[in-house]
Every structure is written in C-alpha cells, then in structure tokens.
Nanobody, 128 residues
Framework: VQLQASGGGLVQPGGSLRLSCAAS????????IGWFRQAPGKEREWVSS?????????????VKGRFTISRDYAKNTVNLQTVYLQMNSLKPEDTAVYYC?????????????????WGHGTLVTVSS
C-alpha cells in the first residue's frame, strides 16, 4: 500500500486546513487509516484514525471537537481510498509534520505499532 499525504501549509491561529491521504495499492480500501503528527523535538503522536469496517473514528483529546476525519472511496475504482483530516480552530501547538498510515485491520487503533505502512509527511505550521 502506498500513501501520499498532502494539504499542509502555513495558516494563522484560528484558521483551517484540510489534509488528504491517498492510499493506493492492492486492497488499499480495506485498511484502517490513521493520522499522526510529530512536532520538532517531540515524539510522533496519534491524532485520529478511521476504521475500514464501519467508519468509526477516534480522536486524540488534544484535537477532539476541532478535527474531523472522513474517507472517500473512489467510485468505480478499486484499490484506492482517500482519507481527509479537516482541521479547524488551529492552534500554534498543532504545528507539526503530519503523517498518514495504514493498518491491515478492520478497526482503527491509536497505537503506532499497529500501522504497517507510512507515507511521507506534510508540514502544518500555525503561526501569525
């Protein structure tokens, strides 16, 4: 499975961004997808994930109520799905490189170790 994250950029506090993660490859639509982030000098942390089976989703407490994860299965296209992370009310502490990852599981997990495939990150900078 190949993952391509995009949509990062510079935004002012209180602003919004939408990140996209395109997951392609054999049975890519059958993977749970997660978003993680890593700020300078800090460990990578879980942000949000969405299940493959029922679309259930989870959020870290730090982003709950501000971020929304969703997925889109391309019509008439197998082996492809896109997962979005809508980020509203952004704060300077949201500044980080954001990564998407895929887990070969039906249900989402907040554990980094559960994710088998990782994409390159996209930088989000929240600053005035």
């Amino acid at each position: 499975v190949q993952l391509q994250a995009s949509g990062g950029g510079l935004v002012q506090p209180g602003g919004s961004l939408r990140l996209s993660c395109a997951a392609s490859g054999w049975a890519a639509e059958h993977y749970a997808i997660g978003w993680f982030r890593q700020a300078p000098g800090k460990e990578r942390e879980w942000v949000s994930s969405i299940s493959n089976s029922d679309g259930s989703a989870g959020y870290a407490d730090s982003v709950k109520g501000r971020f929304t994860i969703s997925r889109d299965y391309a019509k008439n296209t197998v082996n492809l799905q896109t997962v979005y992370l809508q980020m509203n009310s952004l704060k300077p502490e949201d500044t980080a490189v954001y990564y998407c990852a895929a887990a070969e599981d039906d249900y989402y997990s907040d554990s980094i170790s559960q994710y088998d495939y990782w994409g390159h990150g996209t930088l989000v900078t929240v600053s005035s």
